[in-house]
């Protein structure tokens, strides 16, 4: 992994949505939305962010996960000179630029020989069963050219890396045999895929990509707050320290594909818990856009079933609601801990005086990577009535608090 992704912090954001762009590219003019993301930048920086993570901005049929051209901004976000400025500009701040790379499916209207594709007895293949998402063949030399080629064109405009769409649907031997290539050209580069399930480690090792999604810590998180069941939660951590001797995961409460957490969670006043969690175990954090106002947002399973979780946003911060400023500070606050506590990317967590309802969560610098001695303890009550930890302190009914020591 490159030394600058072990201080990242994302905001991820789908532009697509975020612009308000149509549902649709067909008949679609050049219309330079992408831009619309520049106003947001220094709120971005403000918010303790160093990196956008940015959905997919490449020529598709419509929502953009069913690309039709890798080469090409998609007209309703704009033109390269757009990208370029958005990459400027950020820069400017300090902020990386990470894309989303949709290679494991393309739109049917993508441009290429049939051997590209996978078939199977009905015709080409596609992605979970949906007809618009066709199924490339990654043991074609053709495919791994172009993924390839695709990766070092953005790269080379200023790109800091690429999440992988799809990764657990793509043999990882694929990117063993892409990534090599380019990590040449490219040193500073990174690469993360998304996992929803399988050996996260193994698939890691094997790709020899940097990193791969933690869906498993995300699904404890709120549903142990929801469950009332903290043994859940120490369970995956468990887990995800186990990760940690192979790899940094990919964390997050939110993202484009799920219910946002401020809907998700039964009881609102555990979403301070959900974060106090993400920011103070090890992991790359990304905040999905809007979380960091306790936006709303349902994931339904049919036709337009993202759209209340891909929503525009207006022209700048300003003309957000006020009743998301408390979220925002809380973000501001536990981001700018975790910025002061930089080994916390690695750190191993241990979960102390365990119960249904409450927990201390003490996290320390993994060997050789952080000052001796330092540790942030973090302390969870979901009861209905004061939590004494000992040796530490009382937390009040639903509330969380966060030690730390030196």
Not at 20 to 34: D, F, I, K
Not at 53 to 78: N, W
Not at 336 to 345: I, M, N, S, T, V
Request: with cysteine.
């Amino acid at each position: 992994m490159p030394s600058w992704a072990e201080h990242a912090i994302w905001w991820h954001v789908y532009p697509l949505g975020f612009t308000g762009a149509p549902a649709t590219a067909a008949g679609a003019p050049v219309t330079h939305r992408l831009r619309h993301l520049e106003s947001w930048l220094d709120y971005a920086a403000e918010l303790g962010c160093t990196g956008l993570q940015l959905g997919p901005i490449f020529a598709s049929e419509s929502h953009g996960y069913d690309t039709v051209d890798h080469f090409r901004i998609d007209p309703r976000l704009g033109d390269d000179r757009d990208f370029d400025s958005l990459v400027a500009r950020a820069g400017d701040r300090g902020l990386r630029v990470v894309l989303d790379g949709v290679f494991n499916h393309v739109g049917r209207s993508f441009q290429a020989g049939e051997r590209w594709f996978r078939r199977g007895p009905g015709g080409y293949e596609v992605f979970e069963g949906h007809h618009g998402l066709v199924a490339l063949d990654h043991a074609e030399p053709a495919v791994r050219a172009h993924v390839a080629g695709v990766l070092d064109h953005w790269l080379a405009r200023g790109a800091s890396g690429w999440r992988l769409d799809a990764a657990y649907a793509v043999p990882a031997r694929f990117w063993r045999e892409v990534l090599p290539g380019v990590r040449a050209r490219h040193p500073e580069a990174w690469f993360g895929g998304e996992m929803i399930h399988g050996d996260y480690a193994a698939y890691v090792t094997e790709s020899g990509l940097d990193s791969v999604t933690q869906y498993e810590l995300w699904k404890a998180i709120w549903s142990s707050l929801n469950d009332r069941n903290l043994f859940e939660l120490a369970w995956a951590l468990d887990r995800h320290d186990r990760l940690l001797d192979t790899f940094v995961p990919l964390t997050f409460v939110g993202n484009h594909d799920v219910t946002r957490l401020a809907t998700r969670l039964d009881d609102p006043r555990h979403l301070g818990h959900a974060l106090a969690v993400l920011f103070t175990v090890a992991g790359l954090p990304s905040v999905y856009y809007g979380d960091e106002r306790a936006f709303q947002g349902l994931k339904e399973e049919r036709a337009g079933g993202d759209d209340a979780i891909r929503p525009a946003f207006p022209a700048e911060p300003g003309g957000l609601a006020a009743s998301g400023a408390e979220t925002y500070l809380l973000h501001r606050r536990l981001i700018g801990l975790r910025r002061r506590h930089p080994w916390l990317h690695r750190a191993r967590t241990t979960a102390e005086h365990l119960t249904n309802t409450a927990v201390a969560l003490r996290s320390r610098p993994a060997p050789g990577s952080g000052p001796a001695g330092e540790e942030v303890v973090t302390l969870l009550n979901l009861g209905d009535r004061p939590h004494r930890f000992p040796g530490l302190r009382e937390v009040p009914p639903h509330a969380w608090e966060i030690v730390e020591e030196k």
